[in-house]
């Protein structure tokens, strides 16, 4: 009779013994995630544990398991983090940073700050004094201009990553900083119109440049030209000149033999301007004793060359017709 109970009740003990071995293992151990590590402590001694899986381990009190993620975080700041900061040249401003950061060695993260909100806490005081003593080296037109050139936020943010790295070190956080940079950078109200004016200013000094250095080209290009028009006259006068003289030279020689024959000079000064005046199909109503038309007179050539004491050719006879055959 107890045998068959036994049998009976079976499945219950089977499924008491499953529930009791997963409670155990529950217990007993921890799993460990692929983006985590964790530090165990025996009786308060931590220990690291790096490697992902299953891991054992003594059931409270005797240890206890602290996981923190490996991964890397963006960290802005806590309260008041858009603070002021005075520049070197006693300007304020408004600026606002992040870090990115992951936790290096978790043990000596557990042993220092213990969790990510004291590292957190501990991490927003070294970034506020970090940011204050990097902004103060630079004068205001380094952080606020109009020019890219002369801004120097790069240097800033290699200054503020410099510090926060050493401040770790030193103090043993088992952070590793991996960047800073600056997301904010407001001006007050109670110095918004000075930069603005100085921002006209500047814009106004740099368009005053502009206007005379064109100025400049333009009156260089002017003389230039100038310079050049008065050397290209100066060429055509002088080509003029040695035409003309060329020129006058050539009607010397024309003269030259126009002297010894000055009717005949004439003669032929009339002939050229009939010429020019009769160039076309022309009808003119003159009287023939006006030169150059008096040379259409009848026998005018023979009295124009017996002014100089010679005789004109005289005129071809016609040919006699031929007889006609009968």
């Not at 770790?168 to 940079?181: A, F, H, N, P």
Request: hydrophobic residues 40%.
């Amino acid at each position: 009779m107890a045998e068959k109970n036994l049998f009976k009740h079976w499945p219950t003990m089977m499924l008491g013994l499953i529930v009791a071995a997963i409670l155990l293992v529950a217990v007993f151990s921890f799993q460990l995630p692929q983006t985590e590590v964790a530090v165990v402590t025996t009786f308060g001694r931590p220990e690291l544990v790096a490697e992902p899986g299953l891991h054992f381990r003594w059931p409270y009190p005797f240890q206890r398991v602290y996981n923190f993620d490996k991964r890397v975080r963006c960290f802005s700041g806590g309260e008041g983090k858009l603070e002021e900061t005075m520049t070197k040249d006693g300007h304020t401003i408004l600026v606002g940073i992040y870090v990115t950061f992951r936790i290096s060695d978790a043990k000596l993260f557990f042993t220092s700050l213990e969790n990510m909100t004291k590292a957190e806490s501990r991490l927003n005081s070294l970034m506020r004094g970090a940011k204050n003593n990097a902004f103060g080296n630079y004068n205001f037109d380094q952080v606020v201009n109009t020019d890219p050139a002369k801004m120097e936020l790069g240097k800033i943010q290699d200054e503020i990553l410099a510090s926060l790295r050493e401040e770790s070190r030193k103090y043993g956080y088992g952070l590793e900083i991996i960047s800073v940079g600056i997301n904010t950078i407001n001006v007050p109200k109670t110095i918004s119109e000075k930069v603005f004016d100085r921002m006209i200013a500047e814009r106004k000094k740099e368009s005053d440049r502009i206007i005379a250095e064109g100025d400049m080209k333009a009156e260089k290009t002017k003389i230039e030209a100038d310079r050049e028009r008065a050397r290209i006259i100066a060429d055509a006068d002088a080509r003029a000149l040695k035409i003309r003289a060329e020129a006058e030279a050539a009607a010397a020689d024309y003269y030259k033999v126009f002297a010894k024959n000055p009717e005949l000079a004439e003669f032929l000064r009339k002939l050229d301007a009939l010429r020019k005046v009769m160039k076309g199909r022309t009808t003119l109503v003159v009287d023939t004793s006006t030169p150059p038309f008096d040379l259409l007179k009848p026998k005018a050539l023979n009295n124009s060359f017996r002014k100089g004491g010679k005789k004109a050719p005289a005129e071809a006879k016609p040919a006699p017709k031929a007889a006609d055959k009968k």
